[in-house]
T-cell receptor, first 112, second 111 residues
Framework: DTAVSQTPKYLVTQMGNDKSIKCEQN?????MYWYKQDSKKFLKIMFSYNNKELIINETVPNRFSPKSPDKAHLNLHINSLELGDSAVYFCASSQDPDNEQFFGPGTRLTVL | SQKIEQNSEALNIQEGKTATLTCNYT??????LQWYRQDPGRGPVFLLLIRENEKEKRKERLKVTFDTTLKQSLFHITASQPADSATYLC??????????FGRGTSLIVHP
């Protein structure tokens, strides 16, 4: 069973569109994260969601919004996509913020 | 400003030798430090976590040290194998539950 899954694996879209990436974890974890990994492989935290508390990295544009329908899911919505949004997006989860994280396989987003 | 530094140049070693990777940080007071492995096209995989009150931690062929005075962690892989070739990332607790990752060091183990 996959611990942390993401869909889709690849997403190609036009500038200006709105898109979503889904993430699910079956580990019973309380904390979930979204990361962006750019072309230089730098892994940057975007959001941390723990017990309904959302911690936002202040550098993330407000076009990005996480949505958590329940504890096992943390989806990422992106409005008005820009070329610079092209990257690999990783979802992760952990039992609590002080413990190891389990990463999903990533979603490669390409904005044309 | 806060910085996490890992060697940007790839580390090339011969099979059987010990690989040592470095993670230096400034302007952090992390409660813990983690090491992850990332293979091309995949998400990072957790390896070890070491807390600020621990000097050293081991897991099979892996060893991590954490020196809060030097603000440095060393990650060792003994008896390295070509299958250990990957990018290794260190991550710090950056406060307010914001994990912060270094850029990673690529390790290449030659047979």
């Amino acid at each position: 069973d996959t611990a942390v899954s993401q869909t889709p694996k690849y997403l190609v879209t036009q500038m200006g569109n709105d898109k979503s990436i889904k993430c699910e974890q079956n580990l019973g974890h309380d904390t979930m994260y979204w990361y962006k990994q750019d072309s230089k492989k730098f892994l940057k935290i975007m959001f941390s969601y723990n017990n309904k508390e959302l911690i936002i990295n202040e550098t993330v544009p407000n076009r990005f919004s996480p949505k958590s329908p329940d504890k096992a899911h943390l989806n990422l919505h992106i409005n008005s996509l820009e070329l610079g949004d092209s990257a690999v997006y990783f979802c992760a989860s952990s039992q609590d913020p002080d413990n190891e994280q389990f990463f999903g396989p990533g979603t490669r987003l390409t904005v044309l | 400003s806060q910085k996490i530094e890992q060697n940007s140049e790839a580390l090339n070693i011969q099979e059987g030798k010990t690989a040592t990777l470095t993670c230096n940080y400034t302007n952090y007071s992390p409660a813990y430090l983690q090491w992850y492995r990332q293979d091309p096209g995949r998400g990072p995989v957790f390896l070890l976590l070491i807390r600020e009150n621990e000097k050293e931690k081991r897991k099979e062929r892996l060893k991590v040290t954490f020196d809060t005075t030097l603000k440095q962690s060393l990650f060792h892989i003994t008896a390295s194998q070509p299958a250990d070739s990957a990018t290794y990332l260190c991550a710090l607790e950056g406060g307010s539950y914001i994990p912060t990752f270094g850029r990673g060091t690529s390790l290449i183990v030659h047979p």
